[in-house]
């Protein structure tokens, strides 16, 4: 993956900031036409672009037709970042959301997640139930809105942000200034 390879050319260490993408949407989901309704776009061509820039940019994206609350998995990312596996959830989100069109609202399909990636289900549910990374997810939210993130992903180094999924030259660009 690309952001890997940056890491690698660069010996550096991705820090991931959460960022509210659509809050008010309920555990249940809402279909796209729901979401965008009103917005005067045509989602027929936001649909395709999306599709375009990640076969791009070598990205797996799946026919999705729905959008899903990610707080709990922002939460439970910030969990899994402290027990080591932060990376490997992180990707494993994405392949369920964006690839499967899973619902990562729910708890039960969380932990399904973090099972896979080596983490206890049991500690996952109970770290959501607890509220365990609440705040951690509130502070990365303030910071995204300080550093007036609008997107995901935007890719932030220095003072410098670049935004959406762009191919490896820009990300490298964004590094060496």
């Known amino acids: 993956m690309r952001t890997e390879q940056l890491c690698r050319e660069f010996d550096l260490r991705l820090r991931h900031t959460v960022f509210p993408l659509h809050p008010q949407t309920p555990e249940e989901g809402l279909e796209f036409a729901e979401l965008f309704a009103g917005s005067g776009r045509d989602l027929g061509i936001m649909i395709a672009r999306l599709q375009a820039v990640a076969a791009e940019v070598g990205l797996p994206l799946g026919e999705r037709t729905h959008t899903y609350n990610c ?6 990312g910030k969990w899994a970042e402290d027990q080591g596996r ?8 994405y392949r369920a959301y964006f690839v ?7 708890p039960a399909e969380l932990a399904t997640i973090a099972t896979a990636v080596g983490l206890s289900a049991d500690q996952a549910l109970r770290v959501l139930e607890e509220g365990s990374y609440v705040a951690a997810v509130d502070a990365d939210w303030e910071r995204a809105k300080a550093l007036v993130v609008t997107a995901v992903p935007t890719f932030r180094y220095s003072n ?7 191919p490896y030259p820009a990300l490298r660009r964004l590094v060496a200034g």
């Open 71 to 76: 707080r709990r998995a922002q939460e439970l």
């Open 160 to 166: 410098r942000q670049l935004v959406g999924f762009t």
């Open 100 to 106: 499967a069109g899973r619902n990562i609202a729910l």
């Open 86 to 93: 932060g990376d490997a959830f992180h990707s494993a989100v």
